[in-house]
């Protein structure tokens, strides 16, 4: 049985466990806090939150190096929002914000907060290359621009012209929340697609 991580040191944990628990059963999530609890599972979440916060808790928990030798040995990961800006290789300073130290291993450059403050969050529909059936419902919560996908990496979700999803096969990054949709077809072919539910 597959045993999907989430990263839970801060941001939406719960949502992101449900959303799973929903696709592989409630067996087969497990909250990841440690290099221990990291080694036993298939694939990993890193949510949606504040990157910051999040950067600072993988330091203080001994996670950056067992994340980044994982993750460079082909551990699925799936990233959302702020789980996107920390796996991109290369981070554009924001306006005015700190900027978190990322994991740098998924080959995009991003930019965080580039739509404004919690007001200007919106919802908008996502094209999803490989998803059957209607567009995506793509939740956007202060969400990071992707500026510019590097030659390893691939866009494979769109809203209108502007890509808002990168894979480089097996490290996700999204820049909305599916676990917030209530639509279960990103997290299926995040797994079937990375070969984590093999
Ligand atoms: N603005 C947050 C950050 O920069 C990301 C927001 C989110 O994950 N919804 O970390």
Known sequence: ???????????DVPE?????????GPQGVRLVRTPHELA??????????????????IDRNGLRLPL??????????????????????????S???????????????????EFGRQRESFEDG????????????????RAPRILE???????????GDEVVGVRSPKIWGLTFHPELSGDPRLAEAFL???GASD
């Open 1 to 11: 049985m597959t045993t999907v991580g989430v990263l839970a040191l801060q941001g």
């Open 95 to 113: 306006r005015g914000g700190r900027d978190p130290t990322g994991l740098r291993v998924l080959d995009v450059s991003v930019r965080r907060n």
């Open 68 to 93: 980044q030798e994982r993750i460079g040995r082909g551990l699925p990961v799936l990233g959302t929002c702020a789980g996107l800006i920390l796996l991109a290789e290369r981070l554009e300073p």
């Open 40 to 57: 036993g599972v298939d694939a990993l979440v890193i949510p949606g939150g504040e990157s910051t916060a999040i950067s600072e808790l």
């Open 192 to 194: 079937r697609e990375t």
């Open 126 to 141: 996502v094209r999803v290359t490989g998803l059957q059936g209607d567009r995506f419902p793509g939740v956007f919560i």
């Open 149 to 159: 996908v590097g030659r390893s990496a691939k866009p494979f979700a769109w809203r």
């Open 16 to 24: 992101h466990r449900a959303a799973f628990a929903g696709v592989v």
